[in-house]
């Protein structure tokens, strides 16, 4: 992904190319993981930080799953990506739902049917918000990606 500035945008309009390469002002490459992979991370830490017992203050990736619905296609490529994901993380002892004999789905599940994030998305995460989503509103494209079958 290349990046650039408010100075070489303005520069560049303005035709001062000269001081653009004076100053070394071109735009730049700049590695940034993608939305496919944000979005299967935070499956992984929803379901890592409900079975550590550690969710206070991780709800907000409810929320933020609920905006990546919006960008990222579900299909056979993102089912892959979550293979890949689960096996880079398994070996890893905080990485408990990347472990073999958890069902991420039936997990991902529990967590809605128990409301587990619930209290902390309704009174941190939804606060923060600049554009409000309630927690059941989030929680419902929780439960589309488990029907398009991520895992």
């Known amino acids: 992904m290349k990046a650039d500035s408010l100075v070489y945008q303005y520069l560049k309009k303005s035709g001062y190319d000269d001081l653009i390469d004076q100053y070394e002002l071109e735009p730049f490459d700049v590695n ?4 496919d992979r944000t979005m299967i991370d935070k499956l992984f830490a929803l379901g890592d930080y409900y079975l550590s017992g550690t969710i206070d203050e991780h709800s907000r990736h409810i929320y933020d799953l609920h905006k990546l619905y919006e960008v990222v296609e579900i299909n056979d490529n993102l089912r892959q990506l979550a293979e ?3 096996a880079e993380r398994e070996p890893h002892k905080t990485c408990l739902s990347a472990r073999a004999d958890v069902d991420m789905n039936e997990l991902l599940q529990e967590i809605i049917d128990t ?6 998305y309704e ?6 918000l600049y554009k409000k989503v309630s927690y059941k509103e989030a929680v419902e494209t929780l439960k589309m990606i488990i029907e398009k079958k991520v895992f």
């Open 123 to 128: 009174s941190k995460t939804y606060n923060m």
């Open 32 to 35: 940034v993981q993608t939305a």
């Open 84 to 86: 890949q994901v689960r």
């Open 115 to 120: 409301n587990a994030y619930k209290a902390d």
